[in-house]
Nanobody, 124 residues
Framework: QVQLVESGGGLVQAGGSLRLACAAS????????MGWFRQAPGNEREFVAA????????IVANSVKGRFTISRDNAKNTVYLQMNSLKPEDTAVYYC?????????????????WGQGTQVTVSS
């Protein structure tokens, strides 16, 4: 069982930056692929970024490419999402997910564990 807790959300002006963190419990964190998804009101949860178990490979959605970066520190059982040049359309609840697929995946159905989410609001 893996428990995930997100932090770092908040209110920021357009063009600003935030760094989200997702802390995981358990000794198997380094075997999991990890991902970030987001969900805006009235929308489905959508893929943002994923990283493989050793941090050597990442995938980023086209909508955030060049602005967002995913990384992980297995010694700290934590995955991060650095968000730069934020836009109002980035406003959403951001969720951290853990997948037994160690390669990291864009598909929500392959994620086994989820955090409670953290709100990110970007004002124009």
């Amino acid at each position: 069982q893996v428990q995930l807790v997100e932090s770092g959300g908040g209110l920021v002006q357009a063009g600003g930056s935030l760094r989200l963190a997702c802390a995981a419990s358990g000794r198997t964190f380094s075997t999991y692929g990890m991902g970030w998804f987001r969900q805006a009101p009235g929308n489905e949860r959508e893929f943002v970024a994923a990283i493989n178990s050793n941090g050597g490979s990442t995938i980023v959605a086209n909508s955030v490419k060049g602005r967002f970066t995913i990384s992980r520190d297995n010694a700290k059982n934590t995955v991060y999402l650095q968000m730069n040049s934020l836009k109002p359309e980035d406003t959403a609840v951001y969720y951290c997910g853990g997948s037994r697929d160690r390669y990291g995946t864009t598909s929500i159905r392959f994620y086994d564990y989820w955090g409670q989410g953290t709100q990110v609001t970007v004002s124009s």
